[in-house]
């Protein structure tokens, strides 16, 4: 049973545009929160994080959003570009899991020129 | 940097062959591990290590050993390749530690294909 959740397998968005991503788990005892994004043929890179203290972090285009009642966290992208075209990865750490890694299943996010 | 290489980009193997997959990174981690990902189904933890001679089943295992001689070098073996373990396989690793999350930083992969 997956513990980590997204839901849609692919978004399509115009340049320019958001891209909001979306991921559901249902482990409440995750601490920290994270998004990856893969490129073809390269291993994924580490995008941005959120601890479980927090509902909010932002990075310059990238903002993921942690709704700890609803289990939920989203990924925005504001504004989209073609060169964030990539499989973007969910992923939590369970309380005292070290740096083990809950992943969900990818979005793949395609940006329209 | 920190580098993360894992040996070959692509394998194609037959069944019931002995498989090895190596990994190497350059930058005195602890934490090691192996992935697999699969359409759908994102990332799969097969095995880890903390440390020299230590190993740790994941949510994966069955079917895989590991081995970890060196402090930069853990490798993945199938014992007897099946073709259910087609897949990507990402090696990553990490510094130790239980309190703030420090990033994985994972290799390129190695699509393995077992015919």
């Known amino acids: 049973d997956q513990q980590v959740k997204q839901n849609s397998p692919s978004l399509s968005v115009q340049e320019g545009r958001i891209s909001i991503l979306n991921c559901d788990y249902t482990?409440?005892?995750?601490?920290?929160f994270l998004w990856y994004k893969k490129y073809p043929a390269e291993g994924p890179t580490f995008l941005i994080s959120?601890?479980?203290?927090?509902d909010k972090n932002e990075d310059g285009r990238f903002t993921v959003f942690l709704n700890k009642s609803a289990k939920h966290l989203s990924l925005h992208i504001v504004p989209s570009q073609p060169g964030d075209s990539a499989v973007y990865f969910c992923a939590a750490r369970g309380l005292n899991a070290g740096n083990m890694l809950t992943f969900g299943g990818g979005t793949r996010l395609m940006v329209k020129p | 940097d920190v580098k993360v290489t894992q040996s070959s980009r692509y394998l194609v193997k037959r069944t019931g062959e002995k498989v090895f997959l190596e990994c190497v990174q350059d930058m005195d981690h602890e934490n090691m591990f192996w992935y697999r990902q699969d359409p759908g189904l994102g990332l799969r933890l097969i095995y880890f290590?903390?440390?020299?001679?230590?190993?740790e089943k994941g949510d994966i295992p069955e079917g895989y050993s590991v081995s970890r001689e060196k402090k930069e070098r853990f490798s993945l073996i199938l014992e007897s390749a099946s073709t259910n373990q087609t897949s990507m396989y990402l090696c990553a690793s990490t510094v130790a530690g239980q309190g703030a999350w420090t990033p994985l930083h994972f290799g390129n992969g190695t699509r393995l294909t077992v015919t």
């Open positions: 290590s903390y440390d020299v001679k230590m190993k």
């Open positions: 959120i601890s479980s203290i927090k």
């Open positions: 482990n409440s005892m995750f601490d920290y």
